[in-house]
């Protein structure tokens, strides 16, 4: 019943006539308290340069209440299940489900009177970005049919195009005499040569020409889309219907070339053992003993060895299939008010500041990932920053680093973003030392990008988890089916591609499919479309 009272009383305040009456900054100093998980990282909230600016820009004082750095969310649970009094904002822990679940127990304040009556601002710093506002806040909105938080999309070069990444050895492209494959025959070919012609040079049977965790992916581009985050195939290539890839002809050509490739040595069986740390630990060696390697991160990876690997553009199949499999962000929840909350106009406005008329959209997201401008990061002027190239080839950087806060010790900023909602993908590409570009991790990701993002389908005809609207039922009766179905595909690829299933053979690949039919994957299929219908109807 309290929390039913204080639903209530917050849907009385967030109407439109009081929620235009906010305009940073305030005349008078104001309260709101925020839940943090607190990072290890972070010397001090209170005497913290992004809390001293927030304050100066907005005169609001942040009263913080940290929760633990592990088990913040089950704290949080049991403080909602126990009817404690909240925080006025929730930084942490809001998702698809818990925020269908506590909005629906008058938990979160409903943001839709924002959206309705001054979501203009946010759709136009979503329309200055090329974003469809109305698609992202679709994406967060519950089968109630309400908004419970404030949108966060995240949308970055480097990595829209990470899931399957090639990276070959050009010391030993050098070695072989000859160039980067442009097709599946050719990489067959520069492989062989790997294989066979000694390219370390240590007069060693013992090169590696292919490895990598995301091999299985990357050899699949060259055959049929690899979905990244789910199965389904892009939206223009199957009428706007969802289907899926694991159960295609193509599918079972891509397998059969994995096969083929394991068979004779050319992709190495350690791919499906080795761990991350291993994989480093290999591709670092002075004595570096692989050619070819497909990963998300592989800048991260090598980059104490990108004097040795480069990006090159992903080989064409043999029916002509060139696909580089790309990650789309799903719009997601950034922070929430709670209806303990007292002035939850005054809360939503704060979490919305970024799209403030008055608000430099830039310069909040800044603030709270890079520190502050021109002490922690500054503008790249291509004027005098003359020894400087951006780290993604033909894009203009946009900053440029002067002490690196995140992810380390500091007192400049939280470790978290709660204000930010959208952002330009520009503003997160750096410049790096002319000199030296191939010393950073992003300039070796960045170049790999350049060469392949042509080979990604549109983002729009891409279909991510929050395009669906589920039923209680549809979650909890297809849970362990869908998991069950899941390990299914990809141990069966793995077996696949070992030989211990044949994929040139009708019954191990009639067997397959059967098996994916006692495991109901049609059913699923008809389950998800149910629910992506239902969302695109809200």
Known sequence: ??????????????????????????????????????????????????????????????EFVLFPSTDAATKLNLMISGGDKLPDVLTFG???????????????????????????????LCASFGFDADDLLKQITSVDGNIYGTPLYMLTYNNMSSPSRGWINQDWLDAVGMTAPTTYDELVAVLTAFQEKDPNGNGQADEIPMTGPQALKYIQNMFIYSPSGNHYLPLNET???????????????????????????????????????????????????????????????????????????????????????????????????????????????????????????????FVERYGLKDVDWRRFD??????????????????????????VQTSQLWQSQPFFLVGDPAWWVTAVDKANPTATANYFMGQNYALNIEHGPALENLVVNTYFAYTDEEVSDWADARTALDTYINEAATRFALGELNPNDDADWNAYLDELGKLQYQEIIAVDQAAYDRKQAL
Not at 382 to 404: F, L
């Open 94 to 124: 809001v998702n698809a489900t818990t925020a269908y679940e506590w909005g629906s127990e008058g938990v979160l304040v409903p943001l839709n009177d924002y959206f309705d009556n001054e979501g203009q601002y946010y759709r136009d």
């Open 1 to 62: 019943m309290k929390k039913l009272l204080a639903l209530i009383l917050a849907l009385m305040l967030i109407a439109p006539a009081a929620m235009a009456d906010v305009t940073f900054p305030l005349e008078e100093t104001a309260t709101l308290s925020i839940a943090l998980q607190q990072s290890p990282l972070v010397n001090d909230y209170e005497d913290n340069a992004l809390t001293k600016w927030l304050f100066e820009r907005t005169n609001v004082q942040l």
């Open 382 to 407: 291509p004027e005098t920053d003359k020894d400087m190239e951006s780290a993604i080839p033909g894009i203009t950087p946009y900053q440029v680093s002067i002490n690196e806060v995140w992810g």
């Open 239 to 365: 009428d706007g219907k969802l289907d899926v890839d694991y159960d295609k002809p193509a599918y079972r050509e891509f397998l059969k070339a994995a096969n083929d490739l394991v068979a004779r040595g050319l992709l190495s069986p350690l791919t499906f053992t080795m761990d991350n740390d291993q994989m480093k630990a290999l591709l670092t060696a002075d004595d570096c003993q692989v050619g070819l390697f497909a990963n998300q991160w592989g800048g991260q990876w090598c980059v104490d060895a990108t004097d040795r690997f480069s990006a090159f553009e992903v080989p064409a199949g043999p029916e002509g299939a060139q696909y580089i499999s790309i990650s789309k962000p799903a719009s997601g929840y950034s922070a929430a008010v709670t209806t303990d909350c007292e002035n939850p106009d005054l809360a939503i406005h704060y979490l919305m500041m970024q799209c403030e008329p008055s608000a430099n959209a830039a310069d909040v997201v």
